[in-house]
């Protein structure tokens, strides 16, 4: 996908007159620092250049990421329309900005950060998007989040994104509870598409479902995971790279696949019948496509459809991460 242009213009016209060579040294100082997934809380977003290369070549994939799962969660819960929103960890306001792509019925956002620099470049991306947004700073560790007694307005949308990996366990299993009870309709936490980001989320899951949460997507049930490690569950956002991305990454491709994974959890019912999930892009072989699926019985299956099966074609549109539309036929 590509980020909105009215969002893309306001990020490059922060980015014009920046000097590229730092740039692209403090782009390959927040690469080296995702990679590693060690938990080193804000420092990594301190300065100004930082929070540029943030903007430059991270923000148009996590925005892509956490928008796919916005788009994934609407489409399981057609009815929901927030109207106000807590982000923690809210970087540039990413999944603020990407919230009211989805729901053009989001109206204010609180958004918790810790970083000034990146508070800073946020800001105007924001007030642009004309969501009235309050922007926190604190330490989501300790303090940042109000406790459930200080949650006198709970929030239609809460989420937190990218941000689990940088905080120790503990303080992982506090926010994820923190943002709970701050949740009313639902709360989507998204994490990159690595396999500690699966046992994060794994982590999470666990304790949002004894907290009687519903689960909304990507499961499409509230039994254990199927998946045995090193298998893990993940999905793929293909980011279409503006130019000031592809100079500061200094690359050629003019896209890049976003590795993501996502919960989405309400406090209501799931208001639709659950279908099966694709884990996998489909591989498609001499007229066979094989998929691989997660499933409303809490079951992993790898069914193969072939040319002359009735559901072809439709199994030929369905893509990684999207949902069956059609029934396969043991199912039938
Ligand atoms: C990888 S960025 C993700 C930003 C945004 N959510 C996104 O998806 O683009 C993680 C953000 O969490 C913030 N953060 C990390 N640990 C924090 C903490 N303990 N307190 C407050 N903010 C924190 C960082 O400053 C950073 O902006």
Redesign the pocket.
Known sequence: MQVPAKIRQAVEQQLEGLPLKQLRQAAEVLSQR?RTEAPT??A??ASDLAAAA?LAV??PA??S??RRAMAETADVHPEFAPVTQL??????G??VLAAGDVWPSLRQALL????AP?RQSGEPLVAASGIAAEWRA?????T?IPDSSEVLTRFDLV?????L???SAT?QRLLVEHLWSATAGVLLL?EPGTPAGWQRILEARTALLHAGAQILAPCPHAFACPLVSPDWCHFAERVERSRMHRLVKQGDVPWEDEKFLYLAVSREERPVKPKSRVLTRPKINSGLIALKLCNPDGTMTQPGIRKRDKIYKQARRTDWGETLDFMLDNEQ
């Not at 918790?112 to 970083?115: A, C, I, K, W």
């Not at 989420?159 to 941000?163: D, H, N």
């Open positions: 995702y809380a804000s990594h977003l943030y991270r923000f996590t925005f990421a956490v982000d923690a960890g809210s970087g540039p990413t999944a918790l950060e810790g970083s990146i604190g330490d989501l560790a300790s940042a989420t937190c994104a990218y941000v990996s940088e905080l303080a998204v």
